[in-house]
């Protein structure tokens, strides 16, 4: 008897020691118990009859703890972080080239609504569709590089001031492109690069603010959501700007979505405090004598008021060292783990603003001639494509990974989601397939429009996956690992926006789309090297100390 507990206990111990020695590697289900002499201390929660074990674990005494933060108040919290992160979307492809309109010289939109008192902003400017796209390159490679500096600031002073600064600078950058759309194109780009600056954290907060407030078996749909709220605002922004330029003139599309993030700024500002704890937390590891005695412990730190929550400046985390944390997101960026999901959410997000970036050039033209609300309304059906997507990956996904899982005695592993990549390849290829023929031979408008609307379901699998996979990884780096991903996707992202319009022109879409296409396919597919061999390129990694692991 005494031999098989020794036995039960070597087998929890290497359990654990797998935990410790893999980072992303973690203990979730404890379905029969057998591991309850060593976890008795630790909480969980009790699922269909599973015991899942909470990770991270909540301080017990220390009510401050957002992991212990109600569920409506973790709400608001992600309701908020998802749409100033949806704001901060739109502000990008707003401007989608060409369609975005400026008023004609002596122009009154409250007697004349009719197509004949705008032109498009490529003939303000004097410029082609090219030159007005580099507005767009500017604004996504300014996003990557203004995350090294953001980060550092928000893992050192916090999460609430880099919210509320950066949301002050979106909101100025935005009422100060309104008055440059009726002045030059000079002013007009450098407020799209201060922007760009400005907005960055958009990409890498809002995960490390669900990394603070929940716990890993809550994080891949919270994440999907994330997602969905960055992901669509490239098919929400030119959708309603059409509308809003249409009825009241171009600069209205910028000024009002300066409005609705002055909106969001109040919000913020009254009902997200800091999620940012570095007090002590409980470790899921063997217990150790006296850890029991930690059970019963009541709570012996005060409990914050609302109005200490509304503080600013809250402090800032005396243990993070600002040298060390803005090298790590360098360091991160070789890699290999990193690289990989970069480029598959880089080419994700390609897929997603070519549409953005092509629409007037594709829609505005010969055959369909489409006016500028019938080139907003193109967006519904990638906007219905995120929906899908998100749902399969917010609750089939998780599903599968919940019962793999199981299958693995209770230990997740961050691999177990790619298999979705498999099932993004084969989408990708009928919908860019449906794209490049129905654009190559002119059919009725319908066709390549829900040939859109399919690659945006990849596209949102393959985004969700970029992100999801390397924070699994590195679960303590979430915001290091969110920059490096940022940074690569938008150097990729933005060596695309500079010639796809010309190639486009100079190719045709039927070259075009079944390249994006094949190219997309490569990259989803690799991710069977990952589930063959991401654990043990995880372990040596580790093992070596390298590539900030």
Same mark, same amino acid.
């Given at each position: 008897m005494k031999s098989e507990d020794n036995q039960d206990e070597l087998h929890d111990m290497k359990h654990i020691e797998q935990i410790e020695t893999v980072p992303g590697t973690e203990i979730l289900f404890d379905s029969d118990g057998a591991?309850? +002499?060593?976890?008795?201390?630790?909480? +969980?929660? #009790?699922?269909?009859?599973h015991r899942i074990l909470l990770v991270p674990q909540p301080s017990r005494v220390d009510p401050n703890d957002p992991l212990t933060w109600s569920r409506l108040k973790k709400a608001i919290v992600f309701g908020n972080a998802c749409l100033y992160s949806f704001l901060g979307g739109v502000t990008g492809p707003i401007i989608a080239a060409g369609m975005i309109c400026l008023l004609r010289p002596g122009w009154?939109?409250?007697?004349?609504?009719?197509?004949?008192? &705008?032109?498009?902003?490529?003939?303000?400017?004097?410029?082609?569709?090219?030159?007005?796209? $580099?507005?767009?390159?500017?604004?996504?490679?300014?996003? %990557?590089?203004?995350?090294?500096? *953001?980060?550092?600031?928000l893992a050192k002073f916090g999460r609430r001031p880099?919210?509320? $600064?950066?949301? @002050?600078?979106?909101?100025?950058?935005?009422? *100060?492109?309104?008055?440059?759309?009726?002045?030059?194109?000079? !002013?007009?780009? @450098?407020?799209?690069?201060?922007? %760009?600056l400005g907005q960055s954290p958009i990409y890498s907060i809002a995960?490390?603010?669900?990394?603070? &407030?929940?716990? @890993? +078996?809550?994080?891949?749909?919270? $994440?999907?959501?994330y997602g969905l709220s960055v992901l669509v605002a490239a098919q929400i922004g030119p959708m309603l700007s059409s509308f809003i330029i249409y009825s009241i003139g171009p600069a209205w599309s910028f000024w009002i979505l300066a409005c609705c993030l002055g909106v969001n700024l109040i919000t913020m500002f009254f009902t997200m405090p800091e999620t940012m704890?570095?007090?002590?937390?409980?470790?899921?590891?063997?217990?150790?004598?006296?850890?029991?005695?930690?059970?019963?412990?009541?709570?012996?730190? #005060?409990?914050? !008021? *609302?109005?200490?929550?509304?503080?600013? *400046?809250?402090?800032?985390?005396?243990?993070?060292d600002l040298r060390a944390i803005f090298l790590k997101p360098f360091i991160l960026c070789l890699n290999p783990i990193i690289i990989w999901a970069s480029l598959v959410y880089g080419?994700?997000?390609?897929?997603?603003?070519?549409?953005?970036?092509?629409?007037?050039?594709?829609?505005? #033209?010969?055959?369909?001639?489409?006016?500028? &609300?019938?080139?907003?309304?193109?967006?519904?059906s990638p906007f219905v494509g995120s929906l899908c997507a998100t749902f399969f990956c917010s609750y089939v996904v998780d599903k599968i990974v919940i019962r793999a899982t199981q299958r693995n005695g209770g230990v997740r592993?961050?691999?177990?989601?790619?298999?979705?990549?498999?099932?993004?390849?084969?989408?990708?290829?009928v919908g860019s397939i449906v794209c490049a023929l129905c654009l190559h031979y002119e059919t009725q408008y319908m066709g390549p429009i829900v040939g859109f609307g399919i690659i945006t379901v990849s596209?949102? $699998?393959?985004?969700? &996956?970029?992100?999801?996979?390397?924070?699994?990884?590195?679960?303590?780096?979430?915001? #290091? @690992?969110m920059v490096s991903v940022t940074f690569l996707r938008s150097v990729v992202t933005w060596i695309w926006n500079w010639f796809i319009n010309t190639w486009l022109t100079n190719c045709g879409p039927l070259v075009v789309f079944l390249s994006m296409g094949a190219i997309q396919v490569a990259f989803q597919l690799s991710s069977i090297g990952f589930l063959v061999w991401g654990k043990k390129l995880r372990v040596a990694l580790h093992q070596r100390h390298i590539l900030g692991s």
């Amino acid at each position: 008897m005494k031999s098989e507990d020794n036995q039960d206990e070597l087998h929890d111990m290497k359990h654990i020691e797998q935990i410790e020695t893999v980072p992303g590697t973690e203990i979730l289900f404890d379905s029969d118990g057998a591991a309850g +002499h060593l976890y008795a201390y630790l909480q +969980h929660v #009790e699922k269909k009859g599973h015991r899942i074990l909470l990770v991270p674990q909540p301080s017990r005494v220390d009510p401050n703890d957002p992991l212990t933060w109600s569920r409506l108040k973790k709400a608001i919290v992600f309701g908020n972080a998802c749409l100033y992160s949806f704001l901060g979307g739109v502000t990008g492809p707003i401007i989608a080239a060409g369609m975005i309109c400026l008023l004609r010289p002596g122009w009154d939109p409250f007697s004349d609504m009719t197509p004949a008192g &705008i032109i498009q902003l490529t003939e303000v400017y004097d410029a082609s569709f090219q030159k007005i796209n $580099i507005a767009v390159a500017a604004n996504l490679i300014c996003t %990557g590089v203004g995350c090294f500096y *953001w980060m550092p600031f928000l893992a050192k002073f916090g999460r609430r001031p880099t919210y509320l $600064i950066t949301a @002050v600078v979106m909101c100025a950058c935005l009422i *100060w492109q309104g008055f440059a759309t009726r002045t030059t194109y000079t !002013s007009f780009l @450098v407020a799209r690069i201060i922007m %760009g600056l400005g907005q960055s954290p958009i990409y890498s907060i809002a995960p490390t603010t669900i990394r603070d &407030i929940y716990f @890993v +078996h809550h994080q891949g749909a919270m $994440i999907a959501f994330y997602g969905l709220s960055v992901l669509v605002a490239a098919q929400i922004g030119p959708m309603l700007s059409s509308f809003i330029i249409y009825s009241i003139g171009p600069a209205w599309s910028f000024w009002i979505l300066a409005c609705c993030l002055g909106v969001n700024l109040i919000t913020m500002f009254f009902t997200m405090p800091e999620t940012m704890y570095y007090g002590e937390r409980p470790k899921v590891a063997p217990a150790e004598p006296g850890d029991l005695d930690t059970v019963g412990q009541v709570q012996t730190v #005060e409990k914050r !008021s *609302w109005t200490r929550e509304l503080t600013i *400046w809250p402090g800032g985390n005396p243990t993070v060292d600002l040298r060390a944390i803005f090298l790590k997101p360098f360091i991160l960026c070789l890699n290999p783990i990193i690289i990989w999901a970069s480029l598959v959410y880089g080419m994700s997000f390609i897929s997603l603003t070519t549409l953005a970036a092509t629409a007037a050039q594709i829609f505005g #033209e010969a055959p369909y001639f489409f006016n500028s &609300i019938d080139q907003g309304l193109v967006f519904l059906s990638p906007f219905v494509g995120s929906l899908c997507a998100t749902f399969f990956c917010s609750y089939v996904v998780d599903k599968i990974v919940i019962r793999a899982t199981q299958r693995n005695g209770g230990v997740r592993e961050p691999e177990m989601r790619l298999f979705s990549l498999l099932v993004a390849a084969g989408v990708t290829v009928v919908g860019s397939i449906v794209c490049a023929l129905c654009l190559h031979y002119e059919t009725q408008y319908m066709g390549p429009i829900v040939g859109f609307g399919i690659i945006t379901v990849s596209n949102q $699998i393959g985004a969700n &996956i970029g992100m999801s996979y390397p924070l699994d990884c590195y679960p303590q780096s979430t915001a #290091e @690992v969110m920059v490096s991903v940022t940074f690569l996707r938008s150097v990729v992202t933005w060596i695309w926006n500079w010639f796809i319009n010309t190639w486009l022109t100079n190719c045709g879409p039927l070259v075009v789309f079944l390249s994006m296409g094949a190219i997309q396919v490569a990259f989803q597919l690799s991710s069977i090297g990952f589930l063959v061999w991401g654990k043990k390129l995880r372990v040596a990694l580790h093992q070596r100390h390298i590539l900030g692991s």
